[in-house]
């Protein structure tokens, strides 16, 4: 699976954003999609994950404030960010692994390249 990941920029606290990560070279619908965050320093973090049919989970950090989606007639998964805080300040990744969802980075097979989100006070 080639993940690619696109959607970020600057955007000021309290605003929102919508990530998008387009998927090719397997059968999309079969697999979990996670999105996951690293600030400078940082290690890498869980935000939210989706699986097949549709269930999802989030951080805490992000609950209430982030949607997951995807679109599996468009081999695609979206993350909605809004309320927007500096510590949200990261490189997004879209991340896939088969079946079910996790929160470990290192349970995820499959990367995108990341795409920065830079939110300003």
């Known amino acids: 699976v080639q993940l690619q990941a696109s959607g970020g920029g600057l955007v000021q606290a309290g605003g929102s954003l919508s990530l998008s990560c387009a998927a090719s070279g397997r059968t999309f619908s079969n697999y979990a999609m996670g999105w996951f965050r690293q600030a400078p320093g940082k290690n890498r973090e869980f935000v939210t994950a989706i699986n097949w049919i549709g269930s999802t989970h989030y951080a805490d950090s992000v609950k209430g404030r982030c949607t997951i989606s995807r679109d599996n007639a468009k081999n695609t998964v979206y993350l909605q960010m809004n309320g927007l805080k500096p510590e949200d300040t990261a490189v997004y990744y879209c991340?896939?692994?088969?079946?079910?969802?996790?929160?470990?980075?290192?349970?995820?097979?499959?990367w995108g390249q990341g795409t920065q989100v830079t939110v300003s006070s």
């Open positions: 991340a896939a692994k088969m079946l079910r969802i996790t929160t470990y980075a290192s349970d995820y097979v499959y």
